[in-house]
C-alpha cells in the first residue's frame, strides 16, 4: 500500500497569504495524484489531477506539482472560502489511499 | 444536471448488515466507474471500493475485504455497497463518487449517507 504523507498537518494564515501544502508518497506514484478541498458537512471537491492539472470550474489561484513522491499544493493568495482541510490522493496503485489532511485555518 | 444520491444508512448493532445504495442521474451510468468512499467521524478520508462499467471488476481496500461487496445496476443507474458483519470501525459517512468530468479522478461526489455502528 502507498502511504501518503502530508505536511503541515495544521497550516494558521491571513487571508491574502500564500498556503503551500505537501504531499510525500512512500513510493512513486508517477504523476497520478490529486488534491481534494473539504469544508465541514461537505463532500470533497476535486481541485488538480495528474499532480499539476486544475480541474473544471476551479480558481486559478489553486496550483499542484510535482511528480515521483514529492508533492505540492499552492494557494497563491487565499479566499475566505478557502479556509478548509486538504486532500492528497494517489491512483498509481491498488488500494487508493488519502493523505492525512492538512487543516489551513484562519490565524 | 449530474446527481448522485446516496441512501440506506443508519444505526445497526455489531456483527449487523446494511444495504447502501447510490442512485445517480444526469449522466450515462453505465460507461463510468464508480468508487465508495467513507470518513469516521472526525477522522480523513478512506477509499472503500471500486466497481468498473460492468461490475467485471472490483477492488476493495484490506479493511473491508470479504464483509463488504460493491454492485451495480446499470439498468436502474444505481450503485450498492452491501456491508456484512459490521464492526465499530465501519461507523462513518460513506460517499459515492465518480469520475464523470476528469477521467480517472473523483470529480462528483454525492452527499454521502451515514452509518452508525453500536450496540
Known amino acids: 500500500e502507498i502511504v501518503l504523507t502530508q505536511s503541515p498537518v495544521t497550516l494558521s494564515l491571513s487571508p491574502g497569504e500564500r498556503a503551500t501544502l505537501s504531499c510525500r508518497a512512500s513510493q512513486s506514484v508517477s504523476s497520478y495524484l490529486a488534491w481534494y478541498q473539504q469544508k465541514p458537512g461537505q463532500a470533497p471537491r476535486l481541485l488538480i489531477y495528474?499532480?499539476?492539472n486544475g480541474a473544471p470550474g476551479i480558481p486559478a489561484r489553486f496550483s499542484g506539482s510535482g511528480s515521483g513522491t514529492d508533492f505540492t499544493l499552492t494557494i497563491s493568495s487565499l479566499e475566505p472560502e478557502d479556509f478548509a482541510v486538504y486532500y492528497c490522493q494517489q491512483r498509481r496503485n491498488w488500494p487508493w489511499t488519502f493523505g492525512q489532511g492538512t487543516k489551513v485555518g484562519i490565524k | 444536471e449530474v446527481q448522485l444520491v446516496e441512501s440506506g444508512g443508519g444505526l445497526v448493532q455489531p456483527g449487523g448488515s446494511l444495504r447502501l445504495s447510490c442512485a445517480a442521474s444526469g449522466f450515462t451510468f453505465g460507461t463510468y466507474w464508480m468508487t465508495w468512499v467513507r470518513q469516521a467521524p472526525g477522522k480523513g478520508l478512506e477509499w472503500v471500493a471500486n466497481i468498473n462499467q460492468d461490475g467485471s471488476e472490483k477492488y476493495y481496500v484490506d479493511s473491508v475485504k470479504g464483509r463488504f461487496t460493491i454492485s451495480r445496476d446499470n439498468a436502474k443507474n444505481s450503485l450498492y455497497l452491501q456491508m456484512n458483519s459490521l464492526r465499530a470501525e465501519d461507523t462513518a459517512v460513506y460517499y459515492c463518487a465518480s469520475d464523470i468530468g476528469v477521467n480517472g479522478y473523483m470529480d462528483v461526489w454525492g452527499k454521502g449517507t451515514t452509518v452508525t455502528v453500536s450496540s
Open positions: 495528474d499532480a499539476s
